[in-house]
Structures are given as C-alpha cells and as structure tokens.
C-alpha cells in the first residue's frame, strides 16, 4: 500500500526542500514525497529539491494533511500565525488534528521553545527528522 510523506514548509522553503534532499534518496518507491508549501516559494524550492508532487495554500495544508501517513515540517506549521503569520489558524488546525504522526523541527524563531530539546545547527536537527521519519516508516 502506497503511503505519502508530507513535508510543509514556508518562507523560502529551505527547511522543506533539505527534508526533502534528505528523505527522498532513503524512501522506497510506494512512498509518495508530497510537498505543501504556504507560499508558492516554498512550494518551488522543494519540487525543484526532489518532491514528487507540490501543492500551495490554506487548503492545500488542509486536505492534505489529512491524508498523510507522516508530517513533517517547522514546529511553526502547528501554531496559528506561525512561521511570521503564513500559517493560518485553519492551517495550524489541520496539522496538528491530522492523524498522520508529525515530525516537527524546532525553531526559536516561531517564539516557541520546546523543553528537552538540545541547542543544536539547523542540519543536525534536519538529520535527525530525516532518521526519525525513516525509523517511523519501518525502513
């Protein structure tokens, strides 16, 4: 059975298009690598990185969160006016209620601290969701 990693990204698209250069090369081929970006930016930057398919927006967040077997993306993609206000409260809402497990990168920038995790470069947190995601897959 076919299952979709999503990946959503805003601003540039850089997180989103590194998970995507990271995961892509270590997902089997029944695995779709979906991409969402809030901004058609970030939509690009990770098509152009390897994701199969892209799409852009509020409802693109929406619909396909829910049928995502696993999300990842900036912690800022659950918090309402996250990642400088390109999340949307319905946006937020929809990631954070999809049942799809979600594999979150911490920012201080989005103004939220996560207790336990460890002061750390942007790329060892980005491996580390690319690990995380594989292990949650069973690969």
Known sequence: ??????????????????????????????????????????????LKAGAFQGATGENAVACNAARADLILGPIGVILANGILGEVSPRMAAAVSGAEAVKILIPSASCGVLVAGTEERRLEEYLRNAADLAIRELGL
């Open 1 to 46: 059975m076919a299952r979709t990693v999503l990946i959503l990204d805003g601003q540039g698209g850089g997180v989103g298009s590194q998970l995507v250069r990271l995961l892509k090369p270590r997902l089997p081929e029944d695995c779709r690598l979906l991409c969402v970006g809030t901004n058609v930016a970030a939509t690009a930057a990770m």
